[in-house]
């Protein structure tokens, strides 16, 4: 694989994006038009451009196609460093630039965890190296992720970390959670928290229900997660700071939130676009790509979730992007690794539940783009004079099959495995340059 990310050309002239729909969750805008890309940025936007090329400019043509801010994933697990079998830094930007995420935040959580700044620092220069899409860090919370001394927090941020989580692991001690969200309550940081309780989730493999007992399986009850947010909540309303349920999967958990934020607690959450679309009966006869954490939880807490995207209480859709090998999955279920590949097929998936599930599309693209850009404090997510030219062309009418072998990540473990969407990135821009042409082969008649 070539892990040099050589695309486009390192001098690139002007270049404009002609006959385009450019839609923009950040403003709202949705109206047919062009956009101009010069010096990494977009210098102009709008109806004018159209059909009209500014002098000097390479014309790209987009067909009528939708003109959108690049994706902003902030829950994507990377392999590197130490677990480069399961995804590197490269493989993962591949994957991200042809689902037309521009921007990924990797979690802490690799073989090394990212406790210390070499390590952040790896993974700048790693990225700048081998990735074609812009990779930010999220350092560790706590020491070796362990829970139980802080991490370097001060230094991190300083070396560029964006957020600060340990990943998959809750934190259970409360007094250090509190001393961790008032620390970075003076610089602003962001705290970002898997909520499930250990001890509660001890065993459970699958959502504590009716298809767990129908397939024998031990599950986790939906307090697990709620006991532990709740207690989150309690602790920020009392001692402030930024806090972000980074996933969860109940409506007793979207409720619990709603009635914080009526108390006027600061806080944000994300679901992953696989809680939206699917529920634990799709396991069916144990089918381990659907094993997640948290867990598919029933079909009513999903509805409840794609409800809380539409009304906006839940601000980030994430892909949860987690690669296992095959050894990993090809276990009985209850013995099979947790997680789900997701970046690639982040956006036609989102597209699908605007579209089956009604929810008014720029909802649906704002939970992707300049909500999670907001909070990472990053200057993506928008179409704007000014901001870096990381923009999409997506044609929404492409209907397409999951075919794993053809997916760029280089673990296979999607729940959307023969899946049938529709919507396909044409192409991917980050700072003006094109990171990702989809195939002229497989491109539709025009």
């Known amino acids: 694989m070539n892990e040099t990310p050589e695309v486009g050309t390192a001098t690139e002239g002007p270049k404009v994006l002609i006959n385009a729909r450019l839609i923009d969750p950040a403003s709202g805008r949705d109206e047919p038009g062009g956009l101009l890309i010069r010096d990494g940025r977009i210098a102009d936007l709008g109806a004018h451009l159209r059909r009209n090329a500014p002098a000097g400019a390479e014309v790209v043509d987009c067909n009528d196609n939708i003109v959108m801010p690049g994706l902003v994933d902030m829950l ?16 993962v930007s591949l994957a991200a630039s042809a689902g037309g995420v521009t921007t990924i935040a990797c979690l802490p ?6 406790d210390d700044v070499a390590l952040v620092d790896f993974i700048l220069r790693r990225a700048r190296d081998t990735a074609r899409v ?15 001394e802080m991490a370097e927090i001060g230094l991190l941020r300083a070396a560029g970390a964006v957020a600060f989580s340990d990943g998959p692991r809750s934190l259970g001690n409360a007094r250090l959670m509190a001393r961790l969200l008032a620390y970075t309550r003076d610089f602003d940081g962001l705290v970002v928290h898997h909520v499930e309780d250990p001890d509660l989730a001890a065993d459970g493999v699958m959502h504590e229900g009716q298809v767990a007992t129908l397939l024998g399986l031990p599950g986790i009850p939906t307090v697990a997660e709620l006991v532990l947010l709740e207690r989150d909540l309690r602790l920020v309303e009392s001692v402030g700071g930024r806090y972000h349920a ?7 958990s979207l409720e619990a939130i709603r009635t914080a934020r009526q108390r006027g607690v600061r806080l944000t959450c ?3 676009i696989n809680h939206l679309l699917l529920d634990d009966r799709d396991i069916g006869s144990y ?3 659907f094993k997640l954490s948290p867990p598919l939880r029933g079909a009513a807490d999903r509805d409840a979730l794609v409800a809380g995207v539409a009304s906006g209480d839940i601000d980030v859709i994430v892909s949860a992007h987690l690669p296992q090998d095959v050894d990993g999955k090809r276990r009985p279920f209850a013995e099979a690794a947790t997680g789900a590949i997701g970046v690639e097929t982040l956006l ?15 909802a649906v693209l704002r939970a992707l783009t300049c909500n999670p850009a907001d909070l990472l404090g990053i200057e993506a997510g928008r179409l704007a004079v000014g901001a870096p030219a990381d923009v999409v062309v997506v044609d929404p009418e492409v209907a397409w099959v999951v075919e794993l072998e053809r997916l760029h990540s280089r673990s296979k473990n999607s729940p959307f495995e ?3 969407l529709k919507g396909r990135v044409m192409r991917t821009f980050v700072a003006g340059r094109q990171v990702h042409p989809y195939p002229a082969q497989d491109r539709p008649s025009q």
């Open 76 to 91: 994507v697990y990377t392999g590197e460093p130490g677990e480069e079998h399961r995804e590197t830094l490269n493989t």
């Open 109 to 114: 959580n690799t073989d090394r965890h990212l």
């Open 134 to 148: 812009n990779v930010l860090p999220i350092a560790a919370l706590t020491k070796g992720m362990m829970g139980e």
């Open 246 to 252: 980074a996933q969860i999967s109940s409506a007793q």
């Open 270 to 272: 994300g679901v992953s």
């Open 287 to 289: 089918r381990t790509y």
């Open 348 to 362: 036609p998936a989102a597209l699908r539940l605007a579209d089956e599930r009604k929810i008014d599309r720029l």
């Open 418 to 420: 023969a899946a049938p």
